[in-house]
């Protein structure tokens, strides 16, 4: 039994190695196995020093990942390596059957489908490929005639972009002149200058995180939740990404651990089951959902005392 165990665990790890495209439920259907066991795997990687990465639902091992490194340390590209040549190839052009096979090779071995996922204009498509160059080389960058639909301006900004947002259409960057994080959108710029400066601020970049709720924010806050069998079922159906954070707490009873970017997502699933869920913590979530009780409880949606 181990050894079949093993078996489907390597033939995952290089599934997921060259993965672009695989869904979870395709995976599932490759490899035999059920949502949670692929979810229950794919915690095993990330517990054993793996980098898991996930795109829309599709899910990759990333390359620098320890075990690759010392793996391939002897004879593997670098990825700025990889993305030069595959820029000389791509300018070659032609029909070349050896230059299709290596274009090929190259985007199932390297992360450089961020070059070419975007479905933009020829000029987005060149603004992605440096701003991608400046957060590898984490230098700053002029991003020329921005325009802002929020101050109705176009302007040129300078900033230091940091981390692409899913689909690659947005950049998250800091920028110093407000002394704030912000997200661009490639298609609002007009062209992308890459600078000699390198970051200044990277101790204030802040990520962009995205919950099992879909909600988005800077910041992360924990949730802990006991689940009756009905609001684990209904939970791991609607939202199949809290299944390697759901833990089983006795008999019919589990243990939901999460962070979350708002309180809105958790705080609707909990209110709609809650007889059939026990809240643990954060503290913030507790105070929050008697906030809401009690708002309900009171005419005029006035919290009862006590419970502000």
């Known amino acids: 039994m181990r050894h079949n165990q093993l078996e489907r665990e390597l033939e995952l790890m290089l599934l997921l190695a ?34 898991v990465e996930k795109r829309g639902g599709v899910y990759s091992l990333d390359k620098s990942s320890p075990f690759f490194t010392r793996l391939f340390q002897t004879v593997h590209f670098t990825e700025d ?33 961020i070059l070419d996922d975007v479905e933009l204009s020829e000029q987005a498509g060149r603004n992605v490929s440096v701003l991608y160059d400046a957060i590898k080389t984490k230098n700053k960058v002029v991003l020329h005639n921005y325009s802002s639909p929020h101050s109705n301006t176009v302007a040129s900004r300078v900033v230091e972009p940091f981390m692409f947002l899913p689909g690659n259409d947005e950049v998250r960057c800091y920028e110093a002149s407000t002394g704030m994080n912000k997200t661009f959108k490639v298609a609002r710029m007009g062209t992308v200058e890459m600078l000699l400066d390198p970051w200044e ?56 651990s ?51």
């Open 18 to 51: 060259e993965n672009r495209v695989c869904t979870v439920d395709r995976l599932c259907e490759r490899l035999g196995i059920s949502r949670r066991n692929l979810y229950y795997y794919i915690d095993f990687f990330r517990q054993a020093g793996f980098i």
């Open 201 to 256: 601020h990277e101790a204030d970049h802040k990520r962009m995180y995205t919950d099992i709720f879909m909600f988005s924010g800077e910041e992360l806050m924990p949730v802990e939740l006991r689940l009756d069998r009905l609001a684990y079922s209904l939970i791991t159906e609607e939202y199949p990404r809290s299944a390697p954070h759901i833990r089983p707490d006795g008999d019919r009873r589990w243990l939901l």
């Open 258 to 308: 999460i962070d979350v970017c708002s309180y809105m997502g958790v705080g609707r699933f909990v209110l709609g089951l809650f007889e059939n869920i026990e809240v643990l913590g954060g503290e913030g979530f507790r105070e929050y959902v008697a906030r809401k009780v009690g708002a309900m409880k009171c005419p005029g949606g006035r919290p009862e005392a006590g419970l502000q």
């Open 81 to 113: 390596e990889a993305t030069t040549i595959r820029r000389v190839l791509d300018r070659a052009g032609g029909d070349s059957l050896q230059v299709r096979h290596i274009l090929r090779k190259l985007d199932r071995l390297y992360d450089l489908r």
